[in-house]
């Protein structure tokens, strides 16, 4: 399996990650990352997930993809872009959140649409209490 992982620090908005296209992402010599990678990513990130989509024409493949916990901006964001259309809010948090993935990914919109749907289970919100005083 091929991955894609290559990221920097966007100069334009703070904690976002923007993806590089260079000649190796380009041909897709990416591989999956190593636990080595991951725990830093985990250390970097406070929680990292990894996904994995089936596609319904090829069942006996499935792809995986990489992202770390959301952050409140992330899902601020996503919230205003989901009154546009739907499943903007998970683009949103995906395209902010994302580590890495295989090419599969940005070719294949039904993998895609299936890791869409998962989106939600990567946000973690603790139990609260209301009291009306």
Sequence with gaps: M???S???RS???SNQYTHIMSKETATNK???PS????NAWKKEHEGVFKLKVSDP???QSSFEAYMRKP???DIQRAIASERKKAFTSSRSIWENCKLAWDPEFERN???LLGLYTKIDEVIEIPDATVEKL
């Design 2 to 4: 091929k991955w894609i």
């Design 6 to 8: 290559q990221f920097s």
């Design 11 to 13: 100069t334009t908005t």
């Design 30 to 32: 990416w591989e999956k």
């Design 35 to 38: 636990q080595e990678k991951i």
């Design 57 to 59: 024409a090829q069942p």
């Design 71 to 73: 952050k409140i901006e």
């Design 109 to 111: 919109e039904t993998i």
